[in-house]
């Protein structure tokens, strides 16, 4: 049976109530693993900030947020990342995003979680929310370390759609092909994807990409009461 319904899923304050991407930068200075405390965090904030005003590319984004992979081998990254996934991710994922993926994947959707965020950060979190298929900017990796570069094209504004319809050309497959897709977001940086889509789902919106949302009658939903930081 082919499938004919397509569903993609932002991360970052669309499923989750906080930025991943911002709090494993600030899980890292906190804990004394990305230099000196005050200097990443106040870098941290400085990107959140610029990220919000629509003034940062992923290039600029990678410089830091790559770098503080290249700072350290592999298996103490692995290690970190599992105890921020129990200290910071799973008590966030709200029972309401859950099942939002859930119902996509029961009723037998082709479903991709398409993030801003690196994947090293976001696979298991993708993992956690049961999406197979991730999505993310890839960090390059080479001789077994990171490097603090990007590989191929970020997926991060018009790259989203460009990411997309590699992936399912790779399935042998296009948007078109499809007779509903879905794309659930919060951010006016994904405005490329939500426009390709048959289902723009405005999702705990920012008041930017809101204001759109109500000129355009998209739906808006609300999976949760609260975020964590300051990302749209």
């Known amino acids: 049976m082919t499938t004919r319904r397509l569903a ?23 804990t004394g693993r990305a230099g000196d405390p005050e200097t990443a ?4 904030e400085e990107l959140m900030d610029r990220y919000n005003a629509g003034d940062l590319t992923a290039e600029q984004a990678a410089e830091f947020m790559l770098g503080l ?22 008590p966030a994922m709200t029972e309401q995003a859950v099942d939002l993926v859930q119902r996509h994947l029961a009723a037998g959707d082709l479903c991709a979680m398409v993030t801003a965020t690196n ?16 999505i993310a900017t890839d960090p390059e990796y080479i001789a077994g370390r990171y490097t603090g570069k990007i590989l191929g094209t970020p997926s991060f504004k018009a790259g989203k759609v460009v990411r997309v319809n590699h992936w399912l050309s790779s399935l042998n497959k296009k948007l078109t092909d499809f007779d509903e897709s879905y794309f659930y977001s919060d951010s006016i940086n ?4 939500l426009e390709v889509v048959t289902h723009p789902i405005v999702t705990n919106p920012s008041p930017s990409l809101l204001s759109i949302a109500k000129q355009r009658n998209w739906p808006v939903i609300n999976l949760f009461t609260h975020t964590a930081d300051n990302k749209s």
């Not at 965090?41 to 941290?44: Q, V």
């Not at 696979?123 to 999406?131: E, L, M, N, Q």
Request: with cysteine.
């Open 8 to 30: 993609l899923f932002d991360l970052d304050h669309t499923l989750l109530p906080l930025d991943s991407d911002h709090q494993w930068a600030e899980y890292l200075a906190k």
């Open 41 to 44: 965090l106040r870098k941290n």
């Open 69 to 90: 992979l290249c700072a350290h081998p592999p298996h103490m990254l692995a290690a970190w990342h599992e105890d921020f996934m129990q200290r910071v991710i799973r």
């Open 119 to 134: 994947s090293f950060v976001t696979a298991p979190i993708a993992r956690a929310f049961g999406v197979q298929t991730l």
């Open 190 to 193: 994904d405005l490329p994807l």
